[in-house]
Nanobody, 127 residues
Framework: QAQLVESGGGLVQAGGSLRLSCAASGRTFSNYAMGWFRQVPGNERDFVANINWSGGRTYYADSVKGRFTISRDDAKNTLYLQMNSLKPEDTAVYYC????????????????????WGQGTQVTVSS
């Protein structure tokens, strides 16, 4: 059974850093594009970052550019999100996602583009 499990969330002071991990099991995700989304109560699940299947291309929401870095280690079947200079506005549940979709016309910015999802990890940034 294919699963994605996020970890690394927690409480951090504004300006601090946090590294999220997404461990995949049940299958290899080396041929899948992967991404991170985040969601706060009452809001839609918003795009944060995406990395293509080879790891050679990355995409970020404007709100996190320059602060967050997405990466993958296919040997470990793991996706990462390094978050620096955290702001209270970054507080959300963060979700890992994977997709067999290779169309980068823009749909990767939206949740339905992804086939697999983790259950999320809470990130809370205090000031």
């Amino acid at each position: 059974q294919a699963q994605l499990v996020e970890s690394g969330g927690g409480l951090v002071q504004a300006g601090g850093s946090l590294r999220l991990s997404c461990a995949a099991s049940g299958r290899t995700f080396s041929n899948y594009a992967m991404g991170w989304f985040r969601q706060v109560p009452g809001n839609e699940r918003d795009f944060v970052a995406n990395i293509n299947w080879s790891g050679g291309r990355t995409y970020y929401a404007d709100s996190v550019k320059g602060r967050f870095t997405i990466s993958r280690d296919d040997a470990k079947n793991t996706l990462y999100l390094q978050m620096n200079s955290l702001k209270p506005e970054d507080t959300a549940v963060y979700y890992c996602a994977a997709s067999t979709n290779g169309d980068y016309s823009g749909s990767y910015l939206h949740a339905p583009w992804y086939n697999y999802w983790g259950q999320g990890t809470q990130v809370t940034v205090s000031s």
